[in-house]
């Protein structure tokens, strides 16, 4: 009988707790939001360290010019959009382009708005280091990478040459490109990014021929000097089957996407997001610092903004 | 002539049937004889066969979708799925908040206070000077984030693994429909359970609070049955001769009596969820995982370390402390308690007044510069070059072209039904034929998923991992267990990587082995050399000192004595050690594809990466199957029998 | 004769795949307990057992381990539940009793000490003793103080606030003794109470049981398998055999005239001089003798009449409330020792039993 009673009281107090009815849990917030009454904005962060340049300086405005409280979560590209569609981040600030993600979330749902532009154009391509590239500067073009093969083998990729990827995360048609214009190669994942700046470093160190899946802008640039591979010439849609891809990748605008109701109410951080707008140079200025120079984002960022205030200015309109 | 054939085979196989293995070994064969002729003339091919292939690509991301879609507006998630959404979030954020509120001056003291009432004055300082490391590391929110979570997510899996094992501890039904479960969701990797639960909740605290949950409840229901079932019969029976009711019966004397048990399974589970808390930041948990889960994006070793040394010290700390309540050597008297209840809102209230909540900013140390130096420093020196026994690298390609090439091309040239078969023998010969069954019939679900390759693939690094694991890890086991100097030094190392998130280490690795499955394999030699380690150790230890006594007396040189004596007595525990460390080395495959390890762990990542769950949930159920062949495989037949008390 | 406290008739207990059958089958029930195994898969472990239990007696059971006792005595409050036969507590029938009635039976009529203590490890040992009327639904001080009369009463005063773990095996047994006498129960049923303590403080517990019952006439049935135990503390013992009872009487009788070859084995290297009473030795006095001589009681010992004959350089007179019943001299006595003279009177195998040990039950009563 007692068990009875308390049974029912626990069903009843749940029920008060959670409140009788419905529970939308795509409009839910991250429960370190908003804490001890401080306005707060969750930023996403990607795992390339260009996208942490890109929140950490927003992060350090948001903070100490409008007196945000900031978290930031890192997620991957794809689950980002379902977390910014549910609100529990507010804000992508860089995207390379997910054209089904938009579709479902912009289009369809309208959870999510686009943010406008980053102001810095992205670019993904093959790479090998600029000291091999200047003692065979033939193998710039892809037609001659299979007599490159050997030298670039490693126990890895078997009888075959490397062409190193990186993280899962990222848009890459390699396979494919490899298959389609019969490269003697074989393409090793990396499984991170981390791993892959790594690894590229240390082949740098002892001036190491190497062949890279990479993206500009990034700050390993600065580091390890690259030049690019020419593949055949992007053409408007030659990306359309991953299966027959045979063509390079596009220059993509990036763009920011915020929460709808974020952009809706959120005030002056929603304001300052979507005025954020720096170019190549400030983002690998900030990046270099933070992965180079291992300083932490914020004093990375506190350090572009003492020196960039003309640009920041205009955000905070 | 032919009788006397007759008659010698007639005499030779009675030789072979009186032998178990032989007997069991005659049956496979015969059963093989039949069956693989038939397979081999209907799918003749060296791999898995594709006409005996499931692509679940379609259902799968239809599923997928279907829940992204309908998540806002399908009663299932609006009146269930929500409310459980809605009530952990509401949970962490009270506790969270609470935390705020005391602020870091009360919550350390909260802690140490707590520490010393339960475990004594050396654990409350221990606890103070852990909470304070955690604040002067610039990680006191992200701490408090992570408590937060655990402490709901303890409380969660407490609760459910308690009722669970109630359940188990009483009906003897229900304990045998539970225990295959709880056996093995034991051997599953914590990366296999987040798929299903991104799936449903999304990226977020509510998915990361119930896969550690569902990760971290086990242990509590298998020690609270365990408990309950291993109470001393005679003092129930006299409890019983006394007139109890049922009800009486189970609070006066089988909880009780299961104390020990059930603050072991709070210990256990209080591991496990921080283990998991860490894990699930790929979900988007927050707190230090995810700034470790950062640091690694920038290749910062030193600040992931800043965030991985408060998990170590959480780790140690509520390790310790929860030990020591469960030991019974708790203080009885109600002064202490009563002054611990006071003193611990003081604190929190002056930490108010004097406006000290959040952790002063210069009150930080910036240790990750001398860690990235040290590292830089290591890297440099060691990864190539090195006089006479060459580079790291150079030992990472080596053993990629000469072990892990050769194990791999070796698997996957056999024949898919050799490879089965192999399974079917090694499981029945050191189990019973239901282990056998249950390992190949996990091995025919990798392949009818159509991932026999990859799965192959990352065997073949388990495999080596293994070897490699248990050569180092018995051999510093055994010199662990010879020299109590030795042991003393390997405890707080052990200690360590047991609890150092692995994410910490992976950039090092890369940087010594570089890309590939090499460095993948190191990483989980990291990983699952310390309870080699410690069960090799302890196993010898424990070995009879009455037959080490005789054996010396025999005049029996040390050497002699350690492989005549202590390793063949120690045996079981070595047999754990070996099953333990293939289910720990199969943990970090995953992890493993983030270094470049390929196979069944890049396809978990790239699911979860890419929200591609066809190959995710393909992926990390085929792990699922590899974990639970080789559980199989390699599990002696008496620890069924012997958990059964 | 009153009602037996515990009355038991045709009691099977069968363990094993459909029990039941075996004590109906007449063929299944007489078959030895290898060839029943073997046939069913069954082990019998009480098998057709049938006795009564007097108020106020020490009834014994004895036999070597795996002889059923243990089964026995837990088939009386059904904490091992009987495959058949009847079991009456004062003539109520114990197998029919419901849940509640069952466990009133338990809480107020038979407690029991165990072998093993079967202590409560995380209470004091006020709380252990305590633990029967706290089941019962006594209040805190009430039961707290009854405790502490019987804490006394076993001779562990200063020991309430101690955990058992704190105690020594015999300090635990007074324990488990004290619990069992906290809910003050018709009957006492001791479990081979004290096979796991150390010879010596056996004995002292030995004496505690002997007082108790002296003091208090509290009816008692005693698991045991050490046969000087048993002849100790018995009023009557039953001596039992693979789940059967051999033979069933006083000491003396048991001792005197064993039943079959196997309880003589197990009583042949008894001091009989100590067991058998001179009643055993007696023969009609002739009028001369019925005057003189030491008087000896009907109940001595003959090692007590060899001492007063050897003193007196004549045999001794057997007076019962001043009356002559016989003599004893020294030959007869010798012969009892040197085992020559069994027991006049025949053992009743269930049951029954002489006048003197009724009368002596009698007595004590």
Request: hydrophobic residues 50%.
């Given at each position: 009988m007692r068990v009875r009673i308390t049974t029912t009281a626990a069903v009843g107090a749940l029920l008060l707790l959670t409140g009788c009815g419905a529970a939308d849990m795509t409009k839910q917030a991250s429960p370190f939001a908003n804490a001890q009454g401080a306005k707060t904005v969750t930023l996403s962060v990607q795992s390339w360290v260009g996208a942490q340049a890109n929140v950490a300086v927003a992060q350090y405005l948001l903070e100490h010019e409008l007196g945000y409280r900031v978290d930031t979560v890192q997620i991957d590209e794809v689950p980002a959009w379902d977390a910014l569609s549910q609100g529990r981040v507010d804000a992508i600030l860089e995207d390379w382009g997910h054209p089904d993600q938009e579709q479902r979330y912009v289009q369809d749902k309208k959870t999510i708005v686009n943010g406008g532009g980053l102001g810095v154009t992205g670019h993904i391509g093959w790479y090998v280091p600029t000291y091999f590239a200047k003692q065979h500067p033939d193998v710039t073009d892809w037609k001659n990478l299979n007599k490159y093969a050997d030298q670039l083998r490693t126990p890895e990729s078997g009888g075959k040459g490397q062409l190193m990827d990186g993280s899962p995360s990222y848009v890459t048609n390699d396979k494919a490109l490899v298959e389609n214009l019969n490269l003697d190669y074989q393409v090793v994942f990396a499984g991170s990014e981390a791993a892959q700046i790594t690894q590229i470093k240390q082949f740098a160190k002892e001036q190491k021929p190497f062949l890279t899946y990479w993206y500009a802008p990034q700050w390993l640039f600065k580091k390890v000097p690259m030049t690019e591979v020419k593949l055949p010439a992007y053409k408007e849609g030659c990306d359309a089957d991953p299966e027959k891809v045979a063509c390079a990748y596009p220059h993509t605008p990036l763009q920011k996407y915020l929460n709808a109701d974020f952009a809706k109410d959120g005030g002056e951080a929603a304001a300052l997001l979507k005025q954020f707008k720096w170019t190549t140079e400030d983002q690998n200025e900030v990046s270099l610092m933070i992965a180079d120079q291992k300083l932490t984002p914020e004093e990375a960022a506190k350090r572009w903004v003492d020196s960039h205030e003309s640009t920041w200015r205009s955000w905070l309109s | 002539m032919a009788t006397v054939t007759a008659a010698a085979s007639r005499a030779v196989i009675p030789g072979i049937l009186k032998v178990a293995a032989g007997r069991k070994l005659l049956v496979l064969a015969l059963a093989a004889a039949i069956l693989v002729p038939l397979a081999h003339t209907r799918w003749a091919s060296g791999t898995w066969p594709t006409a005996l292939t499931v692509d679940l690509t379609t259902p799968l991301t239809d599923t997928s979708t279907w829940i992204i879609d309908n998540r806002d507006s399908h009663p299932l998630f609006l009146y269930f799925l929500g409310h459980v959404s809605n009530a952990v979030v509401l949970a962490v954020r009270v506790v969270y908040l609470l935390l705020l509120a005391a602020g870091w001056a009360g919550t350390t003291a909260f802690a140490a206070l707590f520490a010393w009432r339960v475990a004594g004055a050396r654990l409350a300082l221990g606890a103070a000077a852990a909470f304070l490391t955690c604040g002067a590391l610039g990680m006191w929110v992200p701490t408090m984030q992570t408590l937060a979570l655990m402490v709901v997510a303890v409380l969660a899996s407490v609760v459910v693994g308690a009722l669970l094992g109630l359940a188990a501890g009483l009906s003897g039904r229900m304990d045998r429909a539970l225990r295959p479960v709880l056996d093995t969701m034991q051997v599953l990797p914590a990366f296999a359970y987040l798929l299903p639960v991104v799936l449903i909740f999304g990226i977020g605290v509510p998915a990361a609070v119930l896969a550690t949950v569902v990760y971290a409840a086990p242990p509590m229901a298998r020690l609270t049955a365990l408990g309950l079932r291993g109470a001393d019969k005679e003092v129930l029976e006299a409890v019983d001769s006394l007139g109890a009711t049922a009800r009486q019966r189970l609070l006066t004397a089988r909880i009780p009596l299961a104390r020990k048990e059930l603050l072991l399974g709070v210990n256990q589970t209080i591991m496990m969820a921080l283990s998991m808390a860490v894990i699930a930041s790929v979900i988007g948990a927050g707190g230090l995982g995810d700034r470790v889960y950062q640091a690694l994006a920038s290749v910062d070793v030193g600040a992931a370390l800043a965030a991985g040394i408060p998990i170590v010290l959480l780790a140690v700390v509520l390790d310790r402390v929860t030990a020591a309540a469960g030991d019974g050597t708790e203080r009885t008297g109600r002064a202490g308690w009563a002054y611990a209840l006071v003193a611990a809102p003081a604190v929190a209230v002056a930490g108010r007044l004097m406006g000290r909540l959040d952790w002063p900013d210069t009150w930080v140390l910036n240790i990750a510069e001398p860690v990235n130096r040290a590292v830089d420093w290591m890297t440099a020196h060691?990864?190539?070059?090195?006089?006479?026994?060459?580079?790291t690298a150079e030992w990472a390609g080596r053993f990629t072209t000469w072990v892990l090439d050769p194990v791999r091309d070796g698997l996957q040239w056999l024949p898919w039904w050799a490879v089965l078969l192999v399974v079917a023998a090694l499981a029945w010969l050191i189990g019973t034929w239901r282990t056998a069954l249950t390992a190949t019939l996990a091995m025919v679900a990798i392949g009818v998923l159509g991932v026999w390759e990859p799965s192959l693939d990352t065997l073949s690094q388990v495999l080596a991992a293994v070897a490699v694991t248990l050569v180092l890890g018995i051999a510093t086991g055994v010199a662990a267990a010879r020299s109590d100097r030795v042991d003393r030094a390997l405890r707080p190392v052990l200690d360590i990587f047991q609890t150092m998130p692995q994410f910490v280490y992976l950039i090092p690795v890369v940087a010594l082995f570089?890309?590939?499955?090499a460095p993948a394999v190191a990483a989980a030699v990291v990983y699952a050399l310390p309870a080699v380690v410690r069960i090799t150790a302890q196993g010898l230890r424990q070995v009879d000192p009455a037959a080490l006594e005789s054996a010396r007396s025999l005049g029996a040189t040390p050497a002699q004595q350690l492989w005549q004596v202590q390793l063949p007595l120690a045996r079981r525990s070595l047999l754990l050690a070996v099953n333990q460390g293939v289910v720990l080395v199969l943990a970090v495959v995953i992890i493993g594809g983030l270094v470049g390890g390929g196979a069944l762990g890049y396809d978990v990542v790239f699911g979860l990466a890419q929200g591609d769950l066809a190959t995710g949930l393909v992926a990390g159920a085929a792990i699922v199957c590899l974990g639970l062949m080789l559980d199989r495989v390699t599990q002696p037949t008496d620890r069924r029998t012997k958990k059964g008390a | 004769m009153s009602t037996p406290v515990f009355s038991v008739e045709g009691l099977w207990k069968v363990f094993g795949p459909k029990a039941d059958r075996i004590p109906t089958d007449p063929e299944l029930s007489a078959l030895p307990p290898a060839d029943l195994r073997a046939r069913t898969g069954c082990t019998a472990a009480v098998r057709d057992v049938s006795f009564g239990v007097r108020k106020g007696e020490v009834f014994v059971v004895m036999g070597l381990s795996g002889s059923g006792k243990s089964t026995l005595v837990r088939c009386l409050t059904r904490l091992i539940e009987p495959t058949s036969g009847t079991i009456a507590i004062d003539g109520e029938d114990v197998r029919a009793m419901d849940k509640s009635r069952l466990r009133e039976l338990r809480r107020h009529r038979a407690a029991m000490v165990f072998q093993h203590f079967g202590l409560l490890p995380h209470r004091t040992v006020l709380d252990n003793v305590a633990y029967g009327l706290e089941i019962q639904g006594v209040g805190k001080s009430e039961r707290r103080e009854r405790a502490a009369e019987v804490v006394a009463k076993v001779g562990?005063?200063?020991?309430?606030?101690?955990?058992?773990?704190?105690?020594?095996g015999g300090q635990r047994q007074r324990v488990g003794l004290a619990r069992a006498l906290a809910v003050d129960p018709e009957v006492l049923l001791f479990d081979e109470p004290f096979s796991a303590l150390d010879p010596l403080i056996r004995r002292d517990m030995q004496e505690e049981v002997v007082r108790l019952h002296r003091e208090e006439g509290r009816t008692m049935v005693f698991i045991t398998h050490d046969l000087s135990e048993a002849l100790k503390l018995g009023d009557r013992i039953a001596l039992m055999r693979d789940g059967e009872v051999v033979q069933l009487g006083t000491p003396e009788q048991i001792v005197g005239s064993p039943a079959d070859d196997y309880v003589r084995e197990f009583v042949r290297d008894v001091p009989r001089e100590q067991v058998m009473t001179v009643r055993t030795a007696m023969r009609p006095a002739s009028a001369e003798e019925a005057g003189n001589g030491p008087a000896v009681a009907p109940t001595a010992t003959v090692s007590e009449a060899i001492e007063a004959v050897a003193r007196a350089g004549a045999p001794a007179r057997v007076m019962d409330s001043g009356r002559c019943l016989g003599v004893v001299d020294a030959n007869a006595l010798l012969d009892v020792v040197a085992g020559a003279t069994g027991l006049a009177v025949d053992t009743d195998r269930l049951g029954g039993a002489i006048p003197t040990a009724a009368g002596t039950s009698e007595e004590l009563v």
């Amino acid at each position: 009988m007692r068990v009875r009673i308390t049974t029912t009281a626990a069903v009843g107090a749940l029920l008060l707790l959670t409140g009788c009815g419905a529970a939308d849990m795509t409009k839910q917030a991250s429960p370190f939001a908003n804490a001890q009454g401080a306005k707060t904005v969750t930023l996403s962060v990607q795992s390339w360290v260009g996208a942490q340049a890109n929140v950490a300086v927003a992060q350090y405005l948001l903070e100490h010019e409008l007196g945000y409280r900031v978290d930031t979560v890192q997620i991957d590209e794809v689950p980002a959009w379902d977390a910014l569609s549910q609100g529990r981040v507010d804000a992508i600030l860089e995207d390379w382009g997910h054209p089904d993600q938009e579709q479902r979330y912009v289009q369809d749902k309208k959870t999510i708005v686009n943010g406008g532009g980053l102001g810095v154009t992205g670019h993904i391509g093959w790479y090998v280091p600029t000291y091999f590239a200047k003692q065979h500067p033939d193998v710039t073009d892809w037609k001659n990478l299979n007599k490159y093969a050997d030298q670039l083998r490693t126990p890895e990729s078997g009888g075959k040459g490397q062409l190193m990827d990186g993280s899962p995360s990222y848009v890459t048609n390699d396979k494919a490109l490899v298959e389609n214009l019969n490269l003697d190669y074989q393409v090793v994942f990396a499984g991170s990014e981390a791993a892959q700046i790594t690894q590229i470093k240390q082949f740098a160190k002892e001036q190491k021929p190497f062949l890279t899946y990479w993206y500009a802008p990034q700050w390993l640039f600065k580091k390890v000097p690259m030049t690019e591979v020419k593949l055949p010439a992007y053409k408007e849609g030659c990306d359309a089957d991953p299966e027959k891809v045979a063509c390079a990748y596009p220059h993509t605008p990036l763009q920011k996407y915020l929460n709808a109701d974020f952009a809706k109410d959120g005030g002056e951080a929603a304001a300052l997001l979507k005025q954020f707008k720096w170019t190549t140079e400030d983002q690998n200025e900030v990046s270099l610092m933070i992965a180079d120079q291992k300083l932490t984002p914020e004093e990375a960022a506190k350090r572009w903004v003492d020196s960039h205030e003309s640009t920041w200015r205009s955000w905070l309109s | 002539m032919a009788t006397v054939t007759a008659a010698a085979s007639r005499a030779v196989i009675p030789g072979i049937l009186k032998v178990a293995a032989g007997r069991k070994l005659l049956v496979l064969a015969l059963a093989a004889a039949i069956l693989v002729p038939l397979a081999h003339t209907r799918w003749a091919s060296g791999t898995w066969p594709t006409a005996l292939t499931v692509d679940l690509t379609t259902p799968l991301t239809d599923t997928s979708t279907w829940i992204i879609d309908n998540r806002d507006s399908h009663p299932l998630f609006l009146y269930f799925l929500g409310h459980v959404s809605n009530a952990v979030v509401l949970a962490v954020r009270v506790v969270y908040l609470l935390l705020l509120a005391a602020g870091w001056a009360g919550t350390t003291a909260f802690a140490a206070l707590f520490a010393w009432r339960v475990a004594g004055a050396r654990l409350a300082l221990g606890a103070a000077a852990a909470f304070l490391t955690c604040g002067a590391l610039g990680m006191w929110v992200p701490t408090m984030q992570t408590l937060a979570l655990m402490v709901v997510a303890v409380l969660a899996s407490v609760v459910v693994g308690a009722l669970l094992g109630l359940a188990a501890g009483l009906s003897g039904r229900m304990d045998r429909a539970l225990r295959p479960v709880l056996d093995t969701m034991q051997v599953l990797p914590a990366f296999a359970y987040l798929l299903p639960v991104v799936l449903i909740f999304g990226i977020g605290v509510p998915a990361a609070v119930l896969a550690t949950v569902v990760y971290a409840a086990p242990p509590m229901a298998r020690l609270t049955a365990l408990g309950l079932r291993g109470a001393d019969k005679e003092v129930l029976e006299a409890v019983d001769s006394l007139g109890a009711t049922a009800r009486q019966r189970l609070l006066t004397a089988r909880i009780p009596l299961a104390r020990k048990e059930l603050l072991l399974g709070v210990n256990q589970t209080i591991m496990m969820a921080l283990s998991m808390a860490v894990i699930a930041s790929v979900i988007g948990a927050g707190g230090l995982g995810d700034r470790v889960y950062q640091a690694l994006a920038s290749v910062d070793v030193g600040a992931a370390l800043a965030a991985g040394i408060p998990i170590v010290l959480l780790a140690v700390v509520l390790d310790r402390v929860t030990a020591a309540a469960g030991d019974g050597t708790e203080r009885t008297g109600r002064a202490g308690w009563a002054y611990a209840l006071v003193a611990a809102p003081a604190v929190a209230v002056a930490g108010r007044l004097m406006g000290r909540l959040d952790w002063p900013d210069t009150w930080v140390l910036n240790i990750a510069e001398p860690v990235n130096r040290a590292v830089d420093w290591m890297t440099a020196h060691l990864y190539s070059g090195v006089p006479v026994v060459g580079g790291t690298a150079e030992w990472a390609g080596r053993f990629t072209t000469w072990v892990l090439d050769p194990v791999r091309d070796g698997l996957q040239w056999l024949p898919w039904w050799a490879v089965l078969l192999v399974v079917a023998a090694l499981a029945w010969l050191i189990g019973t034929w239901r282990t056998a069954l249950t390992a190949t019939l996990a091995m025919v679900a990798i392949g009818v998923l159509g991932v026999w390759e990859p799965s192959l693939d990352t065997l073949s690094q388990v495999l080596a991992a293994v070897a490699v694991t248990l050569v180092l890890g018995i051999a510093t086991g055994v010199a662990a267990a010879r020299s109590d100097r030795v042991d003393r030094a390997l405890r707080p190392v052990l200690d360590i990587f047991q609890t150092m998130p692995q994410f910490v280490y992976l950039i090092p690795v890369v940087a010594l082995f570089g890309v590939g499955r090499a460095p993948a394999v190191a990483a989980a030699v990291v990983y699952a050399l310390p309870a080699v380690v410690r069960i090799t150790a302890q196993g010898l230890r424990q070995v009879d000192p009455a037959a080490l006594e005789s054996a010396r007396s025999l005049g029996a040189t040390p050497a002699q004595q350690l492989w005549q004596v202590q390793l063949p007595l120690a045996r079981r525990s070595l047999l754990l050690a070996v099953n333990q460390g293939v289910v720990l080395v199969l943990a970090v495959v995953i992890i493993g594809g983030l270094v470049g390890g390929g196979a069944l762990g890049y396809d978990v990542v790239f699911g979860l990466a890419q929200g591609d769950l066809a190959t995710g949930l393909v992926a990390g159920a085929a792990i699922v199957c590899l974990g639970l062949m080789l559980d199989r495989v390699t599990q002696p037949t008496d620890r069924r029998t012997k958990k059964g008390a | 004769m009153s009602t037996p406290v515990f009355s038991v008739e045709g009691l099977w207990k069968v363990f094993g795949p459909k029990a039941d059958r075996i004590p109906t089958d007449p063929e299944l029930s007489a078959l030895p307990p290898a060839d029943l195994r073997a046939r069913t898969g069954c082990t019998a472990a009480v098998r057709d057992v049938s006795f009564g239990v007097r108020k106020g007696e020490v009834f014994v059971v004895m036999g070597l381990s795996g002889s059923g006792k243990s089964t026995l005595v837990r088939c009386l409050t059904r904490l091992i539940e009987p495959t058949s036969g009847t079991i009456a507590i004062d003539g109520e029938d114990v197998r029919a009793m419901d849940k509640s009635r069952l466990r009133e039976l338990r809480r107020h009529r038979a407690a029991m000490v165990f072998q093993h203590f079967g202590l409560l490890p995380h209470r004091t040992v006020l709380d252990n003793v305590a633990y029967g009327l706290e089941i019962q639904g006594v209040g805190k001080s009430e039961r707290r103080e009854r405790a502490a009369e019987v804490v006394a009463k076993v001779g562990l005063e200063g020991m309430e606030q101690r955990r058992p773990s704190q105690l020594s095996g015999g300090q635990r047994q007074r324990v488990g003794l004290a619990r069992a006498l906290a809910v003050d129960p018709e009957v006492l049923l001791f479990d081979e109470p004290f096979s796991a303590l150390d010879p010596l403080i056996r004995r002292d517990m030995q004496e505690e049981v002997v007082r108790l019952h002296r003091e208090e006439g509290r009816t008692m049935v005693f698991i045991t398998h050490d046969l000087s135990e048993a002849l100790k503390l018995g009023d009557r013992i039953a001596l039992m055999r693979d789940g059967e009872v051999v033979q069933l009487g006083t000491p003396e009788q048991i001792v005197g005239s064993p039943a079959d070859d196997y309880v003589r084995e197990f009583v042949r290297d008894v001091p009989r001089e100590q067991v058998m009473t001179v009643r055993t030795a007696m023969r009609p006095a002739s009028a001369e003798e019925a005057g003189n001589g030491p008087a000896v009681a009907p109940t001595a010992t003959v090692s007590e009449a060899i001492e007063a004959v050897a003193r007196a350089g004549a045999p001794a007179r057997v007076m019962d409330s001043g009356r002559c019943l016989g003599v004893v001299d020294a030959n007869a006595l010798l012969d009892v020792v040197a085992g020559a003279t069994g027991l006049a009177v025949d053992t009743d195998r269930l049951g029954g039993a002489i006048p003197t040990a009724a009368g002596t039950s009698e007595e004590l009563v």
